[in-house]
Each structure stands twice: as C-alpha cells, then as structure tokens.
C-alpha cells in the first residue's frame, strides 16, 4: 500500500495574537490535509490564542500546541516547530505556514504532491513572477 501525500506530514504554524485567524486556519489545513498534524507553536500571545489553540488541539488528535514563553521572532518560532515535529518518528515532512492565511491551505496538496513525485524540496511563493 502506497503512502498518502499528507501521511507523515507536520504542518508548524507559529502564531502571535492570532485568535480570530487559528481555529479557522487549522479547519482549512485538515480538510485538505486530512492525516496531517498541525503543530501550532504559540508564542504566550496576549489576546488568548494559546488558550484556544489548546482547546482545538484537546478536541482533535491532528493538533498539537507548542507554547514558547515570549516573542522571539518568527525564524525562532518555526525552528521550535521544526524541533519538535522531527522529534517525532511518524514525521516525514514539514510544512511551515502563516496563520493570516498569507499561505493558502488550498495550496497544500499540490505542494505535497511534488514531494510525493520526488522533489526533495518545494518552494511556494507569492514573489515569484506570475504568481499572486
């Protein structure tokens, strides 16, 4: 039996006073990536999106909370993420997303599915010409 695309795949998500964008957001992820796992790593956000990340994460099995104790950038943010994914055996990839739907969800299965056919590395960017 051959794997899925999304099988083994850890979706990182920093977020930082994200409350209004992350129970939407991590619904867009796994309804397209159905088997995946959102990791959202909070960075102790003021308006309470910890709390509700771990609300979402205590009703679905496909969503896990980092908590970081302050802001310390987005770079650090997704290299907390990506710690804490790969140190998971089942982790076969990584995705890292923006929860202000700057990254589109829609997007994810044709990205995974580059990797499937292959590619070591896929690249999605909105600064590459003829792309918007």
């Known amino acids: 039996m051959s794997q899925s695309a999304s099988t083994g795949t850890w979706i990182v998500v ?70 804490e994914a790969l140190r998971h055996p089942e982790c076969l990839r990584v995705v890292q997303m923006d929860c202000d739907f700057s990254h589109a969800p829609q997007d994810l299965p044709r990205l995974l599915q580059a990797l499937e056919a292959g590619s070591q590395l896929v690249l999605g960017s909105r600064y590459v010409p003829g792309v918007g």
Do not use: C, M, W
């Open 14 to 83: 920093p977020t930082y006073n994200e409350r209004d964008n992350v129970a939407a957001f991590v619904d867009a992820v796994l309804e397209v990536v159905r088997d995946g796992q959102v990791l959202i790593v909070d960075d102790n956000s003021p308006d309470g999106t910890g709390i509700l990340a771990d609300a979402l994460a205590a009703a679905d099995q496909r969503v896990s909370v980092l908590h970081r104790e302050e802001k310390a950038g987005l770079g650090a943010a997704y290299r907390a993420g990506f710690v």
